[in-house]
Nanobody
Framework: QAQFAESGGGLVQAGGSLKLSCTAS????????IGWFHQAPGKERRAVAC????????YFEDSVKGRFTVSRENAQNTVYLEMKNLKPEDTGIYYC????????????????WGQGTQVTVSP
């Protein structure tokens, strides 16, 4: 079955930028829609955005609209989450996963979770 791995996290000062990657193995990324999720320390995992098979993205969190952008490069089997103007509240683990059908903000509708990548934004 397909597997997905997140990478690109790190430590950045408030106002800085990071670009996360979700890379597929086992099957082509072009076969999958991909959701991005944020789990802040001590809080529940929440859907941030989802990129569908036509490279159209939906953003579920008002706090990231205008700052985060999801895109894909199927030749690299990768979906990206570009984060700009980072804020301390963006700190947490970021995951990617596959929706059972269409892109949705419901976390329970996703499967094939990666291990996540840590993002830390300092004041």
């Amino acid at each position: 079955q397909a597997q997905f791995a997140e990478s690109g996290g790190g430590l950045v000062q408030a106002g800085g930028s990071l670009k996360l990657s979700c890379t597929a193995s086992g099957w082509p990324m072009e076969w999958f829609s991909i959701g991005w999720f944020h789990q802040a320390p001590g809080k529940e995992r929440r859907a941030v955005a989802c990129n569908n098979l036509n490279d159209i993205s939906t953003y579920f969190e008002d706090s990231v609209k205008g700052r985060f952008t999801v895109s894909r490069e199927n030749a690299q089997n990768t979906v990206y989450l570009e984060m700009k103007n980072l804020k301390p509240e963006d700190t947490g683990i970021y995951y990617c996963a596959v929706p059972s059908q269409d892109c949705t903000g419901a976390v329970d509708e996703y499967a094939h979770w990666g291990q996540g990548t840590q993002v830390t934004v300092s004041p």
